[in-house]
């Protein structure tokens, strides 16, 4: 991960002294693909850390965890969808006590997987609307879109390993 953070450092130097949008676009996208990596890297590290007498499962907050990478990865994830032409709202509504217990980089893989699932979703201007809420014992998280949806055969296949949700093998 320290590779990355140099590389992410000179895209920034670059980015700075870039003096068209044409170099900065390409620095905003390699910048934006670190920070994403980043996170995946540290996701697989936490969730690979078993030691013996380790417990892998901690205390989180699922609403703190959410609005730490909505902080970091709201504007990229905006940038994105305006360089394919859409613009995208995010809107969050954190309950209070939306503590877990589990694998945080398990959850952080998941939590962005499906709010990054809910953006790409848009083909025009839209939203995207993440709700975490406690409903008794239980933490809910919802992410939803204002995207086209799925067909009636690809929600048949939703959970077929084989089959991406974006049409392709």
């Known amino acids: 991960n320290n590779g990355l953070q140099i590389i992410q450092g000179y895209a920034q130097v670059a980015l700075a002294m ?3 949008e044409e170099i900065r676009d390409p620095l905003n ?7 994403e990596l980043g996170a995946t890297i540290r996701g697989v590290q936490q969730t690979t850390d078993h030691k013996p007498g380790k417990a892998s499962f901690e205390i989180i907050d699922l609403g703190e965890l959410l609005c730490g990478y909505l902080t970091g990865a709201e504007n990229p994830l905006k940038s994105e969808a305006l360089r394919q032409g859409t613009t995208v709202t995010i809107n969050k509504k954190i309950g209070i006590d939306t503590h877990v217990r ?23 201007d839209g939203s995207v609307y993440i709700d975490v809420s406690r409903k008794g014992k239980l933490v809910h998280l919802q992410v939803r879109d204002t995207g086209r949806g799925m067909s009636e055969e690809l929600q048949q ?5 084989s089959i991406a949700m974006n049409g392709t093998k």
């Open 18 to 20: 870039a003096e068209t």
């Open 29 to 35: 996208k390699i910048r934006s693909k670190m920070r």
């Open 102 to 124: 589990g694998n945080k980089g398990d959850i952080t893989l998941l939590a962005q997987a499906l709010i990054k699932n809910g953006v790409d979703s848009l083909q025009e």
């Open 157 to 161: 296949k939703l959970f077929d390993p």
